[in-house]
């Protein structure tokens, strides 16, 4: 069988029960987005996995404990997840692929990945969400593109969960609506963060008050969202904007779905994630260098690993390229050889956490880390 045959014979079971109707697809089309909606799953969901999931994937599935209710969410979530890329990519790039070569992984803060030997490096984005029985999956296809989605139910039992969720301008948003509309437009702006997070990578995990409800458009099902805090500390080029994120009723539930240009807002890293991709950038600059001890964070350039002035200035502009920030760096090497004493990989990170947000954030010059 051809390769367009063996995708076709695959994507023929998830075919077995159309998608159900998604008021997001509409608005992803005109995005260059796909998505896809399913109540139910189109087989028995052991048959199922047998024919849409990767090897790792499979091996996942079986060995996933826990409530059964939660697993067949994974896989009804992977199963829409597929879908949605799938359409995305024989729409737009005319790529027929099986299902399991379709792979669908974790990154390292649980966030959903398209990945593949197909990817070539560049790979569609992707947010999954479900409840009650029903997945929802979001696809983008350009690589600068995030994307979040998210839905609830209406049918819901909830205790009141606004003075938690909301703060008090929030909460004041849904004062001025029609009383018979706020419990639906609460859940909106709830559904709203949910998916702002997604797209972000890192959830809700900077506090519900991180992710600020400043406007509402009944008309339009548009919800407007403003970093503070914790948030905001982690992507700072937000400072003042505006996240507009779409959301939609259809029966009983509740979408909200975001796609914004990711080389827009980049995400602050932490320290940990600077210090890790130092010491990754320092084992490609000195691959072929022979070190009788591992580099680690307490290794010193110059003494211990051996390098000159001119692969300092190679590694700073490295740096400097990878998080796309002007640093002071011919500061710190003039520092350092004025007063004959050497950088640990430790301190070059200390200095890139410093001086990541700019100038301001360094209070206007370069100190030393001790």
Request: proline fraction near 5%; charge should be negative; charged fraction near 25%.
């Amino acid at each position: 069988m051809n390769a367009i045959g063996s995708a076709l014979c695959d994507w023929s079971v998830m075919r077995e029960s159309s998608p159900a109707a998604c008021p997001l697809i509409p608005w992803a089309e005109s995005a260059r987005a796909a998505c896809c909606r399913l109540d139910a799953f189109p087989c028995e969901p052991d048959r199922l996995a047998d024919r849409i999931l990767s090897a790792g994937e499979r091996a996942h599935w079986m060995h996933m404990r826990g409530v059964e209710k939660r697993r067949r969410e994974w896989l009804l979530g992977r199963c829409a997840a597929k879908e949605a890329v799938r359409g995305l990519l024989e729409t737009h790039l005319d790529l027929r692929l099986s299902a399991a070569a379709i792979e669908i992984v974790p990154d390292a803060y649980g966030c959903p990945r398209v990945a593949g030997q197909w990817t070539g490096g560049a790979s569609p984005a992707v947010s999954i969400a479900h409840c009650d029985g029903t997945a929802v999956a979001l696809a983008a296809l350009d690589a600068d593109l995030a994307v979040g989605v998210d839905v609830e139910s209406l049918n819901r039992r909830r205790e009141d969960y606004e003075p938690i969720a909301f703060g008090p301008a929030e909460r004041g948003l849904l004062a001025g609506l029609p009383w018979d509309l706020r419990g639906e437009w609460a859940l909106r702006m709830w559904c709203a963060k949910e998916a702002v997070g997604k797209a972000l990578g890192r959830g809700l995990s900077a506090g519900l008050q991180a992710f600020q409800i400043t406007r509402v458009r009944a008309a339009t099902g548009m919800v407007e969202v403003e970093l503070r805090a914790a948030a905001l500390a982690q992507y700072p080029l937000l400072q003042g904007k505006s996240l507009s994120v779409y959301t939609a009723r259809e029966s009983n539930f509740v979408f909200s779905a975001i796609i914004y240009q990711q080389g827009a807002v980049r995400m602050r890293p932490s320290r940990q994630e600077i210090l890790d991709y130092l010491l990754q950038k320092l084992g490609e600059l000195t691959e072929d260098w022979d070190y009788p001890d591992p580099v680690r964070p307490e290794s010193l350039l110059f003494t211990e690993l051996g390098f000159e002035s001119l692969d300092a200035v190679v590694l700073c502009t490295a740096i400097q390229e990878h998080y796309q920030t002007p640093m002071p760096f011919a500061e710190l090497l003039a520092e350092i050889g004025q007063h004959q004493r050497d950088l640990s990989i430790n301190e070059l990170s200390d200095f890139v956490n410093t001086h990541l947000d700019g100038p301001a954030a360094a209070n206007g010059g370069t100190r030393r880390i001790q």
